[in-house]
T-cell receptor, first 113, second 112 residues
């Protein structure tokens, strides 16, 4: 199936731990994103990569480090997890610099306890 | 002022009626405008995009854009209970390639 897929779907971890979320798209898009959706359902951009190059970093704490090994993959590593990091993290991809919208993965629900 | 504003709702409409969802944006130079639907516990799904003033129709959905008023709307004709979801308005701001900005969403409830 053509899609944006991210793993894992659920992640429960303790404060202070380090965790990673992986994302892959097979839509042939050149831009990938990480969005965070908080408990109030507000969807906020964190990072954007275009052809493996970081384009947008929206004042995200440097505990969050994205990595794009190629234009079909974008991973998110989070160090020293805090309670406030609990949210749903969505990976997305687009072509044409987002002019026709972005397509989202199924999300990773991160719970920090 | 928030960049993209939507009424949080819930907007309650009877089955078969027209649901009208509205969105305003602050950046006058914004490029493209999007409507997403998000069911509870699911990911946002792109319904439509529009970038020219006027109306764009796709099945039961019509997007309307008025750049002078910085206003974009989504009409859902013949609303069905399966349309009950949160509708997110998103904007691609001027010079903001690779940066979709979302509103907080409007929750729509279609009752039989």
């Amino acid at each position: 199936d053509t899609a944006v897929s991210q793993t894992p779907k659920y992640l429960v971890t303790q404060m202070g731990n380090d965790k990673s979320i992986k994302c892959e798209q097979n839509l042939g898009h050149d831009t990938m994103y990480w969005y965070k959706q908080d408990s109030k359902k507000f969807l906020k951009i964190m990072f954007s990569y275009n052809n493996k190059e970081l384009i947008i970093n929206e004042t995200v704490p440097n505990r969050f480090s994205p990595k794009s090994p190629d234009k079909a993959h974008l991973n998110l590593h989070i160090n020293s997890l805090e309670l406030g990091d609990s949210a749903v993290y969505f990976c997305a991809s687009s072509s044409m610099q987002g002019l026709q919208g972005a397509f989202f993965g199924q999300g990773t629900r991160l719970t920090v306890v | 002022q928030k960049e993209v504003e939507q009424n949080s709702g819930p907007l309650s409409v009877p089955e078969g009626a027209i649901a009208s969802l509205n969105c305003t944006y602050s950046d006058r130079g914004s490029q493209s405008f999007f409507w997403y639907r998000q069911y509870s516990g699911k990911s946002p799904e792109l319904i439509m995009f529009i970038y020219s003033n006027g109306d764009k129709e796709d099945g039961r959905f019509t997007a309307q854009l008025n750049k002078a008023s910085q206003y974009v709307s989504l009409l859902i004709r013949d609303s069905q209970p399966s349309d009950s979801a949160t509708y997110l308005c998103a904007v691609l701001p001027s010079g903001g390639y690779n940066k979709l900005i979302f509103g907080a969403g409007t929750r729509l409830a279609v009752h039989p």
